[in-house]
């Protein structure tokens, strides 16, 4: 099956932007979800499709996509934004399965 | 509210069975596709099973496939993973989750979770 990479970790000064990006062959013909889990808690869904976010969401998230890289931009990024970030999308070689990244570790400094 | 409420992990053996529930409400759970992820301790997401609103279609990943069964029951709001031979590696945090499928596999309601060990 097709897999999904994250960089292990990123760093981000508060306030400044960053972008959490996901490869693979998958996201030529998905889109990326992406989602946001702290500590102990499940993840939430925080954007979807081309660039969508579900209600709650502050529009500081947004995604995009390029050949087969999609990306996670947090303009401005606050401290409760401290937390690890999955991607994931349908397996383009195994029909119907849904495959996850490895996660990202983003830390506001 | 929306939302889903998972339940009946525990401690088992290895080779041992133990079936999970999600209790789902707030929304027209026989409209949606469910599914269940996974993730071991300290480890990322890892997707387990998908099932369709109506059960038509049933996915499971390839290592979880012939051990593990999804089902649901929409007259209850219920969504479950009868889990057998379980093996120490199926130790993890099994969450619920729905498919919103607007456009791919957004999954945007999870439950906090229910946790399986398997250990001799």
């Known amino acids: 099956s097709s897999e999904l990479t994250q960089d292990p970790a990123v760093s981000v000064a508060l306030g400044q932007t960053v972008r959490i990006t996901c490869q693979g062959d998958s996201l030529r013909s998905y889109y990326a979800s992406w989602y946001q889990q702290k500590p102990g808690q499940a993840p939430i869904l925080v954007i979807y499709g081309k660039n969508n976010r579900p209600s709650g969401i502050p529009d500081r998230f947004s995604g995009s996509r390029s050949g087969n890289t999609a990306s996670l931009t947090i303009t401005g990024a606050q401290a409760e934004d401290e937390a690890d970030y999955y991607c994931?999308?349908?397996?383009?070689?195994?029909?119907?399965?849904?495959?996850f990244g490895g996660g990202t570790k983003l830390t506001v400094l | 509210e929306v939302q889903v409420v998972e339940s009946g992990g525990g401690l088992v053996k290895p080779g041992g069975s133990l079936r999970l529930s999600c209790a789902a409400s707030?929304?027209?759970?026989?409209?949606?596709?469910m599914n269940w992820v996974r993730q071991a301790p300290g480890k990322g997401l890892e997707w387990v099973s998908s099932?369709?609103?109506?059960?038509?279609?049933?996915y499971h990943a390839d290592s979880v496939k012939g051990r593990f069964t999804i089902s649901r029951d929409n007259a209850k709001n219920s969504l479950y993973l009868q889990m057998n031979s379980l093996r120490v590696e199926d130790t993890a945090v099994y969450y619920c989750a729905r498919e919103l499928a607007a456009v791919g596999t957004e999954l945007d309601v999870w439950g906090q979770g229910t946790t399986v060990i398997v250990s001799s």
């Open positions: 994931n999308s349908r397996d383009n070689s195994v029909n119907h399965h849904v495959l």
């Open positions: 099932i369709s609103s109506s059960s038509n279609y049933i």
């Open positions: 707030g929304f027209s759970f026989s409209s949606y596709s």
